[in-house]
């Protein structure tokens, strides 16, 4: 046994079985999170509940099971219920989640199993998803063209309607977000043109002339798109389905307001995956609704890949700069030996404190000096003196800095002198051999800890509070009006969102479930960062494998 442990096999099979051990419960974080997120994409049965009431009454409700707890008797008996001739220890309760929420209080309630008189699971009941009061569940009993009802059958009809509107609704957001947002966009520009004049003290008649004449012609064609605009709103509005509620009581929806149908209990194996993908489609690809708490992440996933980006192409050549100089031309003193402490010491500053200082030094000192400089006519509405992406990713961009700089220095250190030299002694210059050698030759050194940096910065978001990130961006950084690329803007962000769904939401049961959801997709994006600079680093070091030899 004493041989055993002197020949360190212990070690090797207790660190073997610590890193198992990591592995799997780092897999299983992943596999929780992304069963408890890609589930709530899945189409659930939707019942119909017969429900007694303590007064005796009963009364209907349809929704969807969203959770269930096994509840001691006693705690309930405390909490006020009698549960006259219960003699179990324990009950079930229901976690239902019933929609309406302009009819109903609340549209999640819980169900007690001894209220319960029935349940069945019809196959004609309905789930309407819609831009806003969330989903509506029901029976349709027709469809309405104006006033008219649609002769055929009615869930073919619904479908074909619902289609109709959602191509009148993209043709209403690409006129606003296109036409009418460059019209909005050159007028903004137009008056702080005017306003740079009279700063400037040349704002001459024949040009204020020429700025209204030009100001005049753009709220002209303004109009025409906003009678545009006006129609397709008519048009959407134009159909409507009457649907029966767990009232009992006929309600007219307008289907303008709805983004898709579908009857769960009577869809197939095949259907309810087909309807589970576009789900997902919808949630990545669409953008968030009613607080948050429905539609989708794009925004948010659009600013976090953005600002990482952005981030990435600031702090890898600031890194391997000051990597090159510490390595290669800083003396070898107690100077150095302080720089390289602070550098690691940097590392271990709370991401908090980047924050302050970068709310503090880049927003409103260099951010504030911008305005002052360049956008006096924008003034007292700060231009770059507000949070932004832009502040966001050179706030992360110091945050990452010593990862970058320590990964760059270790693959330089393994460099050996005599490539050096070699270089040297064939004529070339300290310059060029760094360039063409040195660089080269620790290329995957710096980017390990481009990969490090990156995976540190997309799941940052306590920085990001102060300098840039919000709850829902007005538009993205990046659109059709020059300069296209717009880095003061203010961002959305996987990281923040989660934060606000799960702690900012209202209606905590209904985020609860786009929290996993988000999480998996943060976690997604950042493992997919990651693979491409792998893969970059991987093809770097293949490309100068020949200069170790």
Do not use: C
């Amino acid at each position: 046994m004493r041989k055993w442990f002197k020949s360190g096999a212990p070690w090797i099979w207790m660190t073997g079985g610590a890193v198992s051990i990591s592995l799997v419960a780092v897999l299983g974080l992943l596999l929780l999170i992304g069963w408890r997120g890609l589930t709530f994409f899945w189409p659930h049965a939707i019942y119909e509940w017969q429900v007694s009431s303590p007064a005796g009454e009963r009364q209907t409700v349809i929704g969807e099971i969203h959770d269930r707890e096994v509840v001691p008797v006693a705690q309930l008996r405390g909490a006020g219920l009698t549960l006259e001739g219960v003699t179990s220890e324990t009950l079930t309760r229901y976690l239902v989640k019933t929609g309406n929420r302009e009819f109903v209080q609340l549209d999640f309630r819980w169900l007690l199993e001894t209220d319960i008189v029935s349940r069945q699971e019809p196959t004609d009941v309905v789930v309407l998803e819609r831009s806003t009061h969330g989903n509506f569940y029901g029976y349709v009993e027709r469809v309405l063209e104006g006033e008219r009802p649609v002769a055929g059958e009615v869930r073919e009809q619904l479908k074909q309607r619902i289609e109709r509107v959602s191509e009148l609704n993209s043709q209403m957001k690409s006129l606003q977000r296109g036409e009418i947002g460059t019209i909005n966009f050159e007028l903004e520009k137009l008056r702080l043109k005017q306003r740079r004049l009279e700063l400037d003290g040349e704002a001459t008649d024949e040009a204020l002339a020429e700025i209204q004449a030009e100001e005049q012609r753009l709220r002209a064609d303004y109009q025409v798109l906003e009678k545009q605009l006006f129609a397709l709103r008519e048009e959407a509005r134009r159909d409507n389905v009457v649907v029966r509620d767990m009232r009992g009581e006929e309600v007219t929806l307008s289907l303008g307001h709805v983004l898709d149908a579908t009857w769960p209990n009577d869809m197939g194996p095949v259907a309810k995956v087909l309807h589970w993908f576009s789900q997902i489609g919808k949630f990545v690809s669409g953008e968030p609704r009613e607080a948050n708490t429905e539609g989708g992440v794009f925004p948010a996933i659009f600013g976090t890949v953005f600002m990482v980006i952005l981030m990435a192409i600031i702090v890898t050549p600031l890194g391997v700069v000051a990597a090159i100089y510490l390595h290669e031309y800083a003396g070898k003193n107690n100077l150095t030996k302080i720089i390289r402490i602070a550098v690691i010491n940097l590392a271990g500053v709370p991401s908090i404190v980047y924050g302050v200082f970068g709310l503090g030094f880049f927003v409103y000192m260099v951010g504030g000096s911008l305005d002052q400089l360049f956008y006096p006519e924008s003034l007292p509405t700060p231009t770059f003196g507000s949070p932004g992406v832009l502040w966001s990713a050179l706030t992360l961009a110091i945050l990452t800095l010593p990862v970058v700089i320590v990964s760059t220095e270790e693959g330089l250190s393994r460099i050996p002198s005599a490539v050096r030299q070699g270089s040297l002694a064939l004529g070339a210059t300290k310059a060029e051999t760094l360039w063409r050698i040195v660089i080269p030759m620790a290329s995957p050194a710096i980017m390990t800890g481009l990969i490090l940096a990156i995976a540190r910065a997309a799941g940052e978001v306590a920085p990001l509070m102060l300098v840039g990130v919000v709850k829902l961006a007005p538009s993205l950084p990046v659109d059709g009006n020059f300069p296209y690329l717009h880095v003061e803007r203010k961002f959305m962000h996987l990281g923040f969102h989660i934060y606000d769904v799960g702690f900012q939401s209202p209606n905590v049961e209904a985020a609860r479930p786009l929290v996993y959801a988000t999480s998996f997709l943060l976690v997604t994006v950042i493992v997919g960062l990651n693979l491409t600079a792998i893969g970059i680093r991987n093809h770097l070091r293949e490309k100068f494998r020949s200069l170790d030899q």
